[in-house]
Nanobody, 124 residues
């Protein structure tokens, strides 16, 4: 059974930085396209960034371009999300997701496995 565990969430000030991690177990991490999503209270889950299984291609939502960076280390079965210059609008639960395929996708239903989420709260 594949398990995804997010970590690194917490409280961050507007303009600050935070790095999230997602560690995968029970499957072959290097065969999964991966993605980060977020969901604020009362809103739908939205795509943030995705990365291909070999790390060679990424996709980014317009709302985070230039501020967030996705990466992965297949030797450590871990994906990262570096979040810089935080804005108040990004307070949400952040989820990582894995799909059996080469590339990432921006739609939640494209993913096979999900983590439980980690809360990121931006304070002003």
């Amino acid at each position: 059974q594949v398990h995804l565990v997010e970590s690194g969430g917490g409280l961050v000030q507007v303009g600050g930085s935070l790095r999230l991690s997602c560690t995968v177990s029970g499957g072959t991490f290097s065969t999964y396209g991966m993605g980060w999503f977020r969901q604020a209270p009362g809103k739908e889950r939205e795509f943030v960034q995705g990365i291909a299984r070999n790390g060679g291609g990424t996709a980014t939502a317009d709302s985070v371009k230039g501020r967030f960076t996705i990466s992965r280390d297949n030797a450590k079965n871990t994906m990262y999300l570096q979040m810089n210059n935080q804005k108040p609008t990004v307070t949400a639960n952040y989820y990582c997701a894995a799909r059996a395929g080469m590339v990432s996708r921006s739609t939640p239903y494209s993913y096979d496995y999900w983590g439980q989420g980690t809360q990121v709260t931006v304070s002003s």
